[in-house]
């Protein structure tokens, strides 16, 4: 495939992309101001919800009907389809936040072809914003992101979720947290990782980070945070192997602005000795 039909590819796919955030949007809303119930996947700190399920297969289901050659990824359905184009859905980033009624969540959906990602949407539903990447750059509501970033921890902000709820934080999670509080001008959790990444390539936040993502939790905002021009780090966990190149699939990432010094920086103990 040339690069021409690399960019179609990419304009034909963050269409779909879009146009299937927009369709669950108003739905979203109107249950998150009605308030809803939940289950628990997991434990208490992972809940689910019947918005979660419904809006995954309104998504879905655009997605093969304009197209048929794909393989979607979704938190809830698991892996559907055997499609050249893969797909990354995550119908609600934040649902903690969603079923607490704090207006912090979104959709965030991803096209990749092979090890190439070529569309990214992350829509906020109650602001009305939607963050797009193609191959043709990052849009917020359809004009280019032009982001400034500061360069250093004294003068950034950070987002992280890090350490999680759960019971499954270490001393050494605390001692590295109370570090990054004492370094950087902010320190936020904002309980939404889809967001935290638009939030880096919109120039709102300086650095991201979180060592146990999910593919769709991070791969729209990778390529958002990537075609505003900033850095993607993805981090191979123990567990992972070789074989897993792609930097959305690590469960590990760090997210900086362009010009963020990364070497002199306290999150910097989060890369280990692999750097990607």
Known sequence: MNKTNDIQLSR???????????????????NFQRGVTFEEKVGYHDPVTEC????????SDHI????????????????????????????????????????????????????????????????????????DGACLNGKYIRPTWHNSDSSATLLSGYPYEGGNATASDFELYHKLIGRFRSVRRLGCTALELASVALGR??????????????????FLVQQAGGRYIGIPSGEQTEADLEPWMYHRFIAVGANFDLERSSVRDILGERRT
Request: net charge negative.
């Open 12 to 30: 034909h796919l963050l269409e779909i992309a879009t146009t299937a955030a927009s369709r669950v949007g108003d739905y979203l809303t109107e």
């Open 52 to 59: 979660d399920r419904h809006s995954e297969q309104i998504i």
């Open 64 to 135: 093969f009907r304009m197209h048929p050659d794909s393989t979607i990824v979704g938190e809830e359905g698991g892996q559907r389809g055997t499609g050249v184009i893969r797909w990354y859905v995550d119908p609600i980033d934040g649902t903690n936040n969603f079923v607490s009624g704090l207006p912090f969540f979104c959709v965030s959906i991803a096209a990749a072809e092979d090890r190439q990602m070529l569309a990214g949407v992350i829509y906020d539903p109650v602001r009305h914003e939607m963050m797009t990447a193609s191959l």
């Open 205 to 222: 936040a300086d650095v991201a980070f979180q060592t146990n993502a999910n593919a769709w939790d991070v791969a729209a905002g990778m």
